[in-house]
């Protein structure tokens, strides 16, 4: 049995070498996985400490942008042009958006009583102002709601009142710097 059982082992056999090809191989993939590397950390280099882009926001004082969108609706005419009830909701936005970024006051989402409502305990405006704005809203409401057409005088009476309004709180706004 001891013959049978020396003559199965054999002698260690020498190494195989690999084909050239398989080195190749290897070697492409780590020069191709350093200069992917290479290539991030260049990129992380040159952009860690670069500021994101900043976005422009539009930093005009509300009443400037008012005061704006008012001459903007002036040099249109839509009165002379028949239009009265885009006029009157232009206005209406107008006076409404300037409150809302004067006061923080969200009067554009607001129907004209809930708005006069939350106006009338507030210091933000004073009494006649308050009634200038409930006479103002309140025709706005009559042209847009109950097609009611105004003489042309009452309509620019209107685009005063608007004007008024901005210049006044303007004027207090400046005061209390």
Known sequence: MTTAYAQELRDVKAPVGLPLEF??????????????GGAVFYWWKKYKNKPAAVPQVDVKPPWIKA???LAQL?????????????YYQRLSDIVRHYIEDR??????EMTTEEFLLSLQYSPKLNTNQKE????????????????YAPPP???????????????????RREVEK
Request: proline residues 1%; charged residues 30%; aromatic residues 12%.
């Open 74 to 86: 002036q040099k249109e005419n839509l009165l002379a042009q028949g239009k009265m009830v885009e």
């Open 103 to 108: 006061f923080s006051i969200r009067a554009p």
């Open 23 to 36: 080195g190749w191989g290897y070697l492409f993939i780590f020069l191709l996985l350093v200069a992917v």
């Open 67 to 69: 005061f704006e969108l």
């Open 153 to 171: 005088e009452e309509a620019e009476k209107g685009f005063g009142l608007a004007k008024k309004l901005v210049e006044e709180t303007k004027q």
């Open 132 to 147: 200038s704005l409930k006479d103002f809203l309140t025709c706005c409401d009559m042209v847009k709601f109950a097609k």
